[in-house]
């Protein structure tokens, strides 16, 4: 069986030793090389061929951010971030824009071995290595803006609501960075309240929660039950608990997994499709596996619309290809796209310009 590639981008002389122990412990790993910093990662990139990128974030100098969104314009290779530290810090938040640039996961780095931890961190580490190593990558161009946006000199639709009332989102691996031009290109002033389900780490769910209201033009709520659904705001599904729609309001439960995730994007979707029918709006973004195919084929079903995002803007061309094999799909679209078909669908298109 050829072994996993993994290049490792570590500062630190003892997690260095650690990762290289815990890599070479599994016999679907082996260590391609290491680096201690970004600039010395990048030249190493130049004769190794590595499957995948075990990646720090507080580097000297170029710091992992930066060197995330150098790999991923030039030659993108698979990043896993191995981070390390207690929520609110300031550097979580870049673990975010870590992920707005390409990485595809964040992962807390193992203890030492004698930690009770360190067993189950160590094979979370390399299960993940193994399944993102095994994803299809899209460049990343960090300069590019979201189609759909207006210049503030431009004239400013004046319009009225249409049909839908909820917007819902379901997305996993490559999400905060289609998130982020999903979101932009909507603009301040889109009409529907925004459920989403986003496939989170737990301890880094408040830091992303957080650091995606500063990227984008709405006030994020992480749902706490019994809140009303309001425009300009998006509801986020808490970690472990499923998300659903109901009445009028959202509510949370911890039923069993579907399709091996808690929060699920099929149980949102469905709630959607059970209680608005031709009055929900449904959206799959980039993710592995299928959650959420079901969940837009029953909005889809109940003469709602749906939107998957297309193979090729994806990282990971799961969850939209699992919903377009059930017919589940009204739109495929690039992901630049979805934002101003949003637009279209969610305003009833007989307004009137005025000048901004």
């Not at 299960?127 to 759909?148: A, D, E, H, N």
């Not at 996993?172 to 960075?177: C, D, E, N, Q, Y």
């Not at 596996?289 to 061309?317: H, K, N």
Request: charged fraction near 20%.
């Amino acid at each position: 069986m050829t072994k996993i590639r993994v290049l490792i981008v570590e500062d630190s002389a003892v997690m260095r030793t650690l990762l290289q122990h815990i890599i070479a412990e599994d016999p679907r790993l082996e260590v391609a090389g290491v680096a201690e910093s970004g600039e010395e990662a990048l030249k190493i990139l130049e004769r190794l061929t590595p499957d995948i990128i075990a990646l720090d974030l507080r580097l000297p100098g170029m710091d992992g951010f930066e060197t995330t969104r150098r790999i991923m314009s030039a030659r993108p290779i698979p990043i896993v971030v191995v981070t390390g530290g207690s929520p609110f810090k300031e550097w979580e938040i870049t673990a975010q824009e870590a992920m707005r640039a390409g990485a595809l996961a964040i992962l807390e780095k193992p203890a030492g071995a004698t930690n009770s931890d360190y067993k189950k961190l160590a094979e979370r580490l390399c299960t993940q290595l193994v399944i993102m190593s095994q994803v299809k990558l899209v460049r990343q161009y960090s300069s590019r803006k979201p189609r759909g946006t207006q210049p503030l000199d431009s004239p400013i639709m004046v319009r009225s609501p249409g049909i839908y009332q909820i917007l819902g989102i379901a997305c996993s691996t490559g999400g905060p960075a289609a998130l982020v031009q999903l979101l932009g290109g909507l603009g301040s002033d889109f009409p529907l309240p925004i459920l989403l389900v986003q496939h989170m780490t737990a301890s880094f769910l408040l830091e992303f929660a957080s650091w995606l209201e500063g990227v984008c033009p709405f006030s994020v709520v992480v749902v706490s039950g019994g809140e009303i659904p309001a425009v300009q705001t998006i509801y986020m599904a808490p970690v472990e608990q499923h998300l659903r729609f109901s009445n009028g309001r959202l509510c949370l439960d911890s039923a069993d997994p579907v399709c091996s995730q808690r929060p699920s994007g099929t149980v949102l979707l469905q709630s959607l499709a059970r209680s608005l029918g031709v009055k929900a709006l449904g959206v799959l973004l980039t993710g592995m596996g299928e959650d959420g195919a079901a969940g837009l084929y029953e909005i889809r079903r109940a003469g709602g619309y749906t939107i998957a995002q297309d193979e090729a803007t994806c990282a990971v061309y799961g969850m939209p290809a699992a919903a377009m094999a059930l017919g589940a799909v009204c739109e495929s679209l690039p992901l630049e796209a979805i934002a101003p078909r949003l637009l279209d669908l969610a305003w009833a298109g007989n307004g009137k310009e005025r000048n901004g």
